[in-house]
């Protein structure tokens, strides 16, 4: 095999394994922003809640939903480790305690009334 070859060859694969890794953290961002997102109708206090969009956070591994009640906006922020594991959830700054963001994981978030309740569906 020429040198001119390998180097092509050695550049393809750089390309598709980088392309590889783009389509995973891309994944791995849209599991982030619907488990956020469906913490909301648990986690936000009132009636009349209306979702506005979700984004990253102002770190990483952080995610963050926008929502209104009322005319008043919210900002819902959720913490995650390496993988999509929640491990913190802050309304309007303030952080829920570790006994109710077990209850949230364990008893809500896992059942499928999670997924009927998001906010995001038509």
């Known amino acids: 095999m020429r040198r001119s070859h390998r180097w092509l060859l050695a550049g393809g694969v750089v390309v598709g394994f980088l392309g590889g890794l ?12 619907a488990t956020c997102r469906r913490t909301l ?23 963050r939903v926008d929502y209104t009640e009322g005319t008043r906006q919210h900002r ?13 959830v802050a309304n309007d ?3 829920l305690s570790g006994s109710a963001l077990h209850m949230l994981q364990r ?12 906010p995001a569906k038509p």
Not at 22 to 33: G, P, S, W
């Open 22 to 33: 783009a389509a995973c953290q891309d994944t791995l961002r849209r599991d982030r922003v």
């Open 41 to 63: 109708p648990a986690v936000a206090q009132g009636t009349g809640i209306r979702f506005q969009g979700a984004g990253p956070g102002p770190a990483v591994g952080t995610v």
């Open 76 to 88: 819902l922020l959720c913490r995650f480790d390496g993988a999509s594991n929640l491990v913190e």
């Open 93 to 95: 700054g303030t952080p």
């Open 107 to 118: 008893y809500y978030l896992d059942t499928p009334d999670a997924a009927r309740a998001d």
